[in-house]
């Protein structure tokens, strides 16, 4: 794993960032400042750049800025206690891979790492564990398109790799040296998606003070990856479908065309061919880019994967040593629990096992998995209502709160909220539900 680099100049917090990445089993380097942190990329490989933003001499967005100028595909987050909607937005359309404002959690800081922590050079060809011959047939496939420049559908439920596998194409592809970027459709409000798409120039919007290049020009000669491209308004699709038919791209208030030599990749979490028989998503884009579908079994699907699975996410934690052990029955446990939240769920509930065992053995007092009826592994087994109990016995556990309910379901608020706004249609349908007690009327 490549190493993480903290930029930090406070140096109570940079040590309990070190301790946090210790933990969770990453290689952590730091720097005081960002002269430093130049010195220490042009030296050696990172996997990831974590820096502050308030700085002397040279703050958070210029390091930003220099990175992106030499390192393009380096992912960089900002983290600050001063941060403000217009200059989160100015990061992530300045090439910023996330922006957090202080304080957070550790579980958020770790996700968003995991999330755009870039591989190994080798660990593409690994990129998936277990032996599901489901699962390694798909990863044979991409391996097999990776090549090309053709379009990729990459469709399965939240939290069941297809950001991992969208990396996998990149790099065993003959872009790999140039820029991976990721946009999450779903993570940025539709009166800003646009902007953070194509871009903008000075002037053309109130608060445009400076142009900037958005993610088709930030991805010029490497990887676009569309995040959960079902959440894009209808307006925005045709705008999308003109872009990637034409392969050129204009910024907003601009009349030069910039031409794109960029490989789209999308992924989503819905059955895109139903999307669009509800008139939610556009038939014509739909079509242009499902050209390789690849679909994503859930982890239910894959049984045997679990523990292999399960067992990597501890080892891969406190330096990575190899003395961690599951007893049979938290095994039972986990391999009979249903995953909604699939692998990011997986590998949450491993890293609190891991805070929370006394010592390498991990047992199912340690797992902290909630309740539930046997899972019946049958094709007549009603997945949805599975989910759906599930979903609501966490926000029940997480006291009504859709955040850290969205957090420890692996899933992102907004689908959280979709997916709560179908159970309460629902249940005014006269389905059965208790959503009463969990406040998820209406919001």
Known sequence: ???????????????????????????????????????????????????????EKVDGHELLAQIKAGWPSLPVILMT????????????????????????????????????????EGEAKEAYLGDDPGLKQIYDMALRVAPSDATCMITGESGCGKELLARFLHINSQRKNNPFVAINCAAIPENLLESTLFGYEKGAFSGALVA??????????????????SEMPLSLQAKLLRVLQEKEVERIGSTRTLHLDVRVLATSNRLLAEEVNQGRFREDLYYRLNVIPLELPPLR??????????????????????????????????????????????????????????????????????????????????????????????????????????????????????????????????AKASGGKYGYSGN
């Open 81 to 120: 206690a001063y941060g403000v909607i217009d200059r989160a937005v100015d990061a992530m359309q300045s090439g910023a891979a996330s922006y957090l404002a202080k304080p957070f959690e550790p579980e958020r800081l770790l996700a968003e790492v995991a999330r755009y922590m870039l591989p190994q």
């Open 301 to 430: 699907a894959r049984p045997s994967d679990i523990i292999p699975l399960a067992e990597h996410f501890l080892k891969n934690r406190k330096g990575g040593h190899s003395l961690w052990q599951l007893t049979p029955a938290a095994k039972l446990q986990l391999t009979q629990y249903d995953w909604p939240g699939n692998i990011r769920e997986l590998e949450n509930v491993m890293q609190r096992a891991a805070i929370m065992a006394p010592s390498s053995i991990v047992d199912v007092e340690h797992l902290f998995l909630p309740a539930q009826k046997p899972v019946l592994r049958q094709q007549t087994v009603d997945m949805r209502t599975l989910e759906r109990d599930h979903i609501l016995e966490t926000l029940e556990r997480a006291k009504g709160s859709r955040k850290q309910a969205a957090e420890l379901l692996g899933m992102s608020e907004r689908t959280l909220r979709h997916k709560l706004r179908q159970y309460r249609l629902q249940e005014s349908e006269g």
């Open 212 to 229: 900037h290049a958005g993610k088709f020009e930030q991805a010029q000669g490497g990887t676009l990856l569309l995040d959960e491209i």
């Open 1 to 55: 794993m490549l190493p993480v680099l903290v930029v930090e100049d406070d140096e109570a917090l940079r040590d309990a960032l070190i301790e946090t990445f210790a933990l969770a089993g990453y290689e952590v380097i730091t720097a005081t400042d960002a002269i430093r942190a130049m010195h220490i990329i042009r030296q050696r490989p990172l996997g990831l750049v974590l820096t502050d933003v308030q700085m």
